[in-house]
């Protein structure tokens, strides 16, 4: 049986626009914040689970006068922060009076912007009442994500953000298939009326097999 032109020509069209869709990329991890907030005994929540390039923010809301945290690794427990690969938040206060204090602090943003910074890390989150607080963080590795700008300590702070924790990748790849699933319908039904339309304009006697 021969195949008519016009099919042929709707079969490579369809071809066209599909086979884009199946050739892109991989989508990159989009960076997110993960708000962890500092009560009074605990934090919430007091785990976190991330991928490098995403950041984490811990925001004081222990509004006991007097009351400080400070969050930390101290690696060979010297009681300072000091030493390669530690850091800390330095002090952050429930309560914030601006006007007379502008250095006060009641967040404190830890980004993980390089591949070599994922690992297990175990803080701790020294409180002025001499209690302490024991604080676990996942930093899982993406090959995807590049390495960016450091940012540790006042720099970095800010009001607490809404976690950003939708799944990107998972919406494209539906909006993918949504679109080769329509595209499809539309060609398939281009190429029935082709069909039907060569099939009307056969001479009478005419075999199609032939």
Known sequence: MTVPRRAAGTFSLMLILIFPLFAMPVAAHDPSTYTV???EGNHSPNQVSIIVS?????????????ITHHIGLDLNDDGDFDDENEFSSGLLSGVCDWDNDSSCRRSWSLPFNSSEMAGEYALTD???DGTEIH?????ASDSHSPDIGECFGADCDEEPQADLT???ETTQLLLVGGIVIMILAILL???IVDENSNRDSLPLGYDEES
């Open 166 to 168: 939708g799944e990107l």
């Open 37 to 39: 907030i500092v009560r």
């Open 135 to 139: 604080i676990l963080l996942d930093v």
């Open 189 to 191: 039904g281009i190429w």
């Open 54 to 66: 995403d950041t984490v923010q811990y925001y004081n809301v222990d509004d006991r006068e007097n």
């Open 126 to 128: 020294y409180v002025s």
